[in-house]
């Protein structure tokens, strides 16, 4: 039975120290072994952002390099979510197949990446078919304890190369002449809910998969796709494991939970946590050195893997100039952050949403209210700094046109409601513009809602047809549809993503 009691000591921010107390420093072996983890979570992009100066995927390929010249045990895991979303994504391959992340799985595999676990996001891609094909075409490995497939009447486990995708994956290396296994326990939280997945609960599957990796491994890491408040119950309900490599927030975070260190880096590869893992044999100590680590100009790229990216960058590149947009044209310079997390645009009002509704009503002004349902925003990140029209266009991937429609006062308490309480959290949580809750009551435009009065409000053609849940009674009404409008002396093409580059390249 092995035993990591970790001592924690936070150096700084950014370093973690963990070690055993069951056992002084002195009675550790004084042969102990060395690997190394890279931790990855949340990626959608494989270039830089920020005008280039965070994140790419090359340059943390060119860590990795550096890393592999260190130790040759070196691995590279990845927290979950980097199928999807992306704008990139959603754009047609030659054969009319959607590219679904397949930019991310060549990306991946240039770098090296070893293992991968499934993120909420992994289960946006249309079907079974399709995901299990971009898991054949990935040369990583995927685990997970709790996420299985729903096939037909069937449950089974999701497949890699025509083999069940296991709850732990063992990475094994020697070192002074003796071999060291290592088990990586996947489990991901149970948000998305296509029809094709199911999730077994997560604390019980967890539990059992490490009882099992236990049996059989020298070390048993977490790779954990949870929420923190997830992690936190799952570390305390499933006590011992050194250390869960976390994803989902988008923001770096560290903390302890008894002896449990859970990390997780900044999304889109602003940094990684670089894990140096020292292992005592006789024992059975492990002492994990964490580090935070920027990914910037100063990291040197990676050939091999730049050299994809830049492949799939050229590809993009000529399809969004084929759709009229210059994806590098330079709209703003933000002083704070557009927060544009799936976590915040579907439970509250951000400025994202807001600035995208004032872009609207630039455009299109005279409207009582305009909306929009945050699924249409699918950047589930923040924007920060330097802004493009690439942005944008990773903001609102489907992009699509508004419409104008007259409800009367009831009808557009029904819709802001819906909005508001019975689509919390969801994606037909609206963004609203000249509408606030005050009490149990509506204010349009600073005046309380009248029920009898008619009003005029602007909303994606999405949502009017409706499309949107909970919603479909908007599809009753007849609404107008202008191909472009005339705003301030300008041209600007009806669908939201010109009005918010337009709207953005003013400001
Ligand atoms: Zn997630």
């Excluded at 093409?493 to 009005?499: A, E, P, S, V």
Aim: with cysteine; aromatic share 10%.
């Amino acid at each position: 039975m092995l035993k990591h009691s970790i001592f924690s000591l936070l150096l700084s921010g950014l370093l973690l120290f963990s070690c055993d107390t069951t056992s002084t420093l002195s009675n550790v072996s004084s042969t102990p072994v060395e690997f190394v983890i890279l931790q990855l979570n949340d990626v959608y992009e494989i270039a830089p952002l920020e005008g280039g100066k965070v994140g790419g995927l090359a340059r943390v390929a060119g860590l990795l390099r550096q890393l592999e010249a260190e130790n040759p045990n070196t691995i590279a895991v990845m927290a979950g979510d980097f199928l999807s979303p992306s704008f990139m994504g959603t754009l047609k391959l030659d054969n009319g197949e959607r590219i679904a992340g397949l930019q991310m799985v060549e990306t991946l595999n240039a770098l090296g990446l070893d293992y991968a676990t499934f993120g909420n996001h992994e289960f946006d891609l249309k079907d079974a078919t399709l995901l299990e094909k971009r898991i054949d075409q990935s040369q990583f490995e995927y685990m997970s304890a709790n996420a299985y497939c729903v096939d037909g009447e069937q449950q089974r486990a999701f497949q890699q190369n025509g083999k069940p995708v296991p709850a732990f994956s063992t990475y094994t290396f020697e070192q002074n002449g003796a071999t060291y296994n290592v088990a990586l326990v996947g489990v991901v939280l149970p948000f998305a809910r296509p029809p094709y997945v199911g999730y077994k609960d997560v604390e019980a599957t967890f539990a059992e998969a490490v009882k099992a990796a236990r049996q059989e491994n020298d070390l048993v890491i977490g790779l954990t796709h949870l929420s923190v408040d997830g992690d936190e119950a799952l570390a305390a309900a499933v006590p011992g494991l050194p250390l869960f490599m976390g994803g989902h927030e988008h923001e770096n975070l560290s903390r302890y939970v008894g002896q449990t260190a859970i990390t997780k880096a900044d999304a889109n590869a602003k940094t990684v946590y670089i894990h140096r893992v020292t292992y005592y044999p006789d024992s059975k100590v492990s002492r994990i050195f964490s580090e935070l680590v920027p990914i910037n100009e100063a990291t040197p790229e990676d050939p091999t893997t730049a050299a994809v990216v830049d492949k799939w960058q050229a590809k993009i590149g000529d399809l969004i100039r084929q759709m009229g947009y210059d994806a590098s044209a330079k709209l703003t310079t933000l002083s704070s952050p557009l927060i544009g997390t799936e976590a915040a645009t579907r439970s509250s009002q951000t400025n994202y949403g807001l600035l995208t509704n004032q872009a609207i009503a630039k455009a299109w002004p005279g409207a009582d209210v305009y909306a929009f349902n945050s699924g249409s925003l699918r950047l589930d990140d923040n924007l920060s700094g330097a802004v493009t029209a690439y942005d944008v266009l990773r903001s609102f991937p489907y992009g699509g046109p508004v419409v104008r429609m007259s409800i009367k006062g009831d009808q557009l308490a029904h819709f802001l409601d819906t909005g508001e309480t019975t689509n919390f959290g969801e994606g037909g949580y609206l963004q609203r513009y000249q509408a606030e809750k005050k009490g149990e009551k509506w204010m349009i435009n600073g005046n309380p809602l009248d029920a009898s009065k008619t009003y005029v409000i602007v909303v994606p053609e999405f949502v009017a047809k409706g499309l949107e849940a909970n919603l479909e009674f908007l599809s009753e009404y007849t609404y107008d549809k202008l191909d472009e409008f005339a705003a301030s002396g300008e041209v600007v093409k009806n669908d939201i993503r010109d009005m918010v580059i337009w709207y953005m390249g003013g400001m």
